[in-house]
């Protein structure tokens, strides 16, 4: 059974920064992609970033110029790295690795634990 264990995250003041890890427990090159998504109290999960084995990445509206996602093969670790943060980023920040499990493309996701990040003067 793959694990995703997060750390990281926090409370830091506006425009400050915090890096977000995930380590996952088995090579990551076998899943499709890995990201990361949030969820503010009263909202749905968001995408935030996200990354494929090939390392193209993508980026919700809100981290567009201030996030940076990345991949470390080796370690089979994840990392989001966040600037200028907002309180509007105030969230549980989740890790994701979408496995394909067939050959018709099914996808299963794994989540990691979440982690709190509270963006507050």
């Known amino acids: 059974q793959v694990q995703l264990v997060q750390s990281g995250g926090g409370l830091v003041q506006p425009g400050g920064s915090l890096t977000l890890s995930c380590v996952a427990s088995?090579?990551?090159?076998?899943?499709?992609?890995m990201g990361w998504y949030r969820q503010a109290p009263g909202m749905q999960r968001e995408l935030v970033a996200t990354?494929?084995?090939?390392?193209?990445?993508d980026y919700g509206d809100a981290a567009w110029g201030r996030f940076a996602v990345s991949r470390d093969n080796v370690r089979n670790t994840v990392n989001l790295q966040m600037n200028s943060l907002k309180p509007m980023d105030t969230a549980v920040y989740y890790c994701?690795?979408?496995?394909?499990?067939?050959?018709?493309?099914?996808?299963?996701?794994?989540w990691g634990q979440g982690t709190q990040v509270t963006v507050s003067s």
């Open positions: 990354i494929t084995s090939g390392g193209r990445t």
């Open positions: 994701n690795a979408k496995l394909v499990v067939n050959v018709e493309g099914a996808v299963v996701d794994i």
């Open positions: 088995r090579s990551i090159s076998s899943f499709d992609s």
